[in-house]
């Protein structure tokens, strides 16, 4: 039997990250090339053939755009390739989970297509950028993993595009996967999946557009004023996504501005806590004033999601609505 052909993009992150020292705190994601970061895994003997291409070499606070689109194109002719298992993307955590999900919403489920990153830069004691790059590429090379879209692989856990999130700035296990659990628990030498994919049909759910919109997330603050909408508003925004206190709240005069907002750029209420569904109706009369909930997406995934619609006409409060209702 042949070894599993992989498609490795690389981005850069902590994955790919060079310390001062193996003990300093300091380090520059994305300090180490792709090839260099590959070359730490002689020696794993991992039962696959790795295609590197080095898309970007940059801590992903930096990925946008530019970045997404080549991510899109490189897993859609992967997916399109018959000699291709499916595909690894190194990756910084700090925005794995809006990467995951803009391409799990754009592409189709068929093969795998694995997120991995790390909390410890690859030169640091206790690196664990390499277990989980051997992870992911055990869950690729698991044919059962077809159809569950894009993945996140972190801390023996895998984690679907639409529930992960991190949850901690530098501990080793800081991602967390909700509303649903991990979908799976790997190590180098075991996987073990939970259940069948919960993903529903194969085929992308929105088309990959040709540009993305302005959409900017509104934090909520105790005593805080309506003026950053309206400034929002002032600088061309086409959705604002609040990260709203509790069930998506903010003070009276905020929802009023963005219901006022609402008349002509859509507004999804999300919530800055860690965990929990913002329902509609709830606190805010989000049927009278036009609102969107954001249900189990968090503030940057909704982000993403609104982008996405925006970018493919949708435009229907209520369509918009079904969308983040689906996750
Ligand atoms: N700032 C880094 C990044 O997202 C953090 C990491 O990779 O863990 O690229």
């Known amino acids: 039997m042949t070894n599993p052909r992989i498609l490795v993009l690389g981005t850069g992150g902590t994955i790919a990250g060079s310390a001062v020292s193996a003990t300093s705190a300091a380090y520059q994601p994305g300090g180490l090339s792709l090839e260099a970061m590959l070359g730490n895994l002689a020696g794993l003997e991992l039962a696959a053939e790795l295609i590197p291409q080095e898309v970007a070499q940059i801590g992903s606070q930096d990925i946008g755009w530019p970045q997404w689109q080549a991510l899109h194109a490189a897993c859609a002719g992967a997916l399109a390739d018959p000699a291709i298992t499916g595909v690894i993307i190194t990756h910084g955590t700090d925005t794995a989970e809006e990467t ?22 690859a030169d640091a004691v206790g690196a664990d950028g390499m277990r989980n790059f051997a992870n992911a590429a055990r869950v690729v090379s698991d044919p059962a993993a077809a159809g569950r879209g894009v993945m996140l692989v972190m801390g023996d856990g895998v984690l679907a595009a639409r529930d992960a999130r991190k ?158 209702d689906a996750g």
């Open 100 to 121: 995951a999900f803009l391409l799990d919403l754009t592409l189709p489920a068929g093969k795998p297509i694995v997120l991995v990153g790390a909390m410890r830069p």
């Open 167 to 324: 949850a901690a700035t530098s501990s080793i296990d800081a991602f967390k996967s909700f509303p649903r659990g991990a979908i799976a628990r790997v190590t180098p030498a075991r996987l073990d999946w939970f259940g069948p994919p919960h993903r529903v049909g194969e085929k992308a759910r929105f088309a990959w557009p040709e540009a993305l919109p302005r959409v900017a997330i509104l934090a909520a603050g105790a005593g805080m004023d309506e003026q950053p909408v309206k400034a929002l508003l002032g600088i061309g925004c086409k959705g604002i996504v609040l990260a709203g206190m509790g069930q998506g709240n903010a003070p009276a005069c905020v929802i009023a501005a963005l219901a006022e907002a609402a008349a002509g750029v859509p507004v999804v209420r999300s919530s800055r806590v860690d965990e929990g569904i913002v329902d509609r109706n709830v606190e805010v009369d989000d049927d009278g004033l036009g609102l969107i909930a954001a249900r189990a997406l968090g503030p940057a995934k909704a982000r993403v999601l609104l982008m996405v619609l925006i970018a493919n006409g949708i435009t229907d409060t209520g369509q918009m609505q079904a969308a983040f």
